[in-house]
């Protein structure tokens, strides 16, 4: 009995010392946090190996591997839903016209120079990642410049991309404040890139939804044949949701109903991440009571 027990006790302790034990990388030649970005990245599906036991963190990446991995990584399909983009005239079923055409319909447009088999600079990948984002929702970011020690050396189309993923700090600059722009981009930077950019949209994807809309209005005197009809959308996340009037209409009962518009932000624009109360204003005869409508039922109610 006592020789069980014993026996118990040190398969008890074997397992125990088993599950302490660090787990090794699938790849010998990446470690550490990589390491579990690439198994992360490999897991979904988004990346591979050169190897089975190599992934080559120093090799590049060619400009179909670039957009493939970001469409897979931030999960975008096609406008029908589907996976997959149907077959477009011409297409010689490459592993990566799927990827380019549902690139395409959300608008993500190639940087100069793309060409399949040719290796992405950092700020081609950086230009096509941010739009990618872009697609996948509209996500507030702070109105500020990042200062770039190599700004001089960013291809001008490029720079507002840039300066999106260091805000959202999918990626930084390194300790000279430098992105070196014109550098290939290695196949770790893209795994690292696109593991943050997986992360920012899971954490912040719903960011950018509308807070539940409350329009309310008031009516000023400019003097005794004018007033002034101020409508407000409340409680806002950042000042791209804004108000604007459409029309005025003047009914034979004294009745002049305001119509509005709700507005959404601008893609890739930059707004301040405050809660934000947005205003439009119009003007109708003092003798006139106002009624305001818009399109889809919006809780509305009367400032006192």
Known sequence: MMRRKLNLIAALLLTSSILLVPVASAFRDVQGEDAQIVESL????????VTQDRFA???KVTGAQGVHMIVQALGLKANDGTPDSPKLPGKQGHWYDDSLAI???HGIKLPKGFAVNKELTREQFAYLLEQGIQATGTYPLIAMLIEVADADEV???YFNSIQALLLMKITDLDKAGKFHPAQTLTRMEAARWIYNAREYIDNYGNVEAPMEDE???SVEKVNDQINKVILQRENQPNPGFGI???KVEF???QVATVYYELLSPKPGQMYPQVITTTKTETYVAANYKVKIVQEKTVGIKRLK
């Open 215 to 217: 329009v309310v209005y």
């Open 42 to 49: 490999q897991d979904r599906g988004i990346i591979q190996g």
């Open 251 to 253: 009914g034979k009962d």
């Open 103 to 105: 690139a395409a319909e």
């Open 244 to 246: 604007t009037v459409t």
């Open 57 to 59: 963190p120093l090799g």
């Open 155 to 157: 291809t001008q189309d």
